[in-house]
């Protein structure tokens, strides 16, 4: 695991709860910021498992 991987699972999370959080309060801005928080966590997550894909393969 690199550390995109960690910081967009991490973002990822973290906007589930902001967006949660923000249906409890009746908050459509903390809605839409925690979705924005899980789409930038689940892009840097893809980034870092496509570095390590090409790091593996480089391996052979």
């Known amino acids: 695991?690199?550390?995109n991987q960690?910081?967009?699972?991490?973002?990822d999370?973290?906007?589930k709860v902001q967006?949660?959080?923000?249906?409890l309060v009746g908050?459509?801005?903390q809605q839409a910021?925690?979705?924005?928080?899980?789409?930038?966590g689940k892009a840097e997550?893809?980034?870092g498992d496509a570095k390590e894909a090409v790091k593996d393969a480089t391996r052979v």
């Not at 967006?19 to 249906?23: I, L, P, Q, T």
């Open 13 to 15: 999370v973290a906007g």
């Open 45 to 47: 997550k893809a980034y």
């Open 27 to 29: 908050s459509n801005q």
């Open 6 to 11: 960690v910081s967009g699972a991490v973002k």
């Open 19 to 23: 967006k949660e959080v923000g249906k």
């Open 33 to 40: 910021k925690g979705v924005s928080k899980q789409i930038a």
């Open 1 to 3: 695991m690199n550390k």
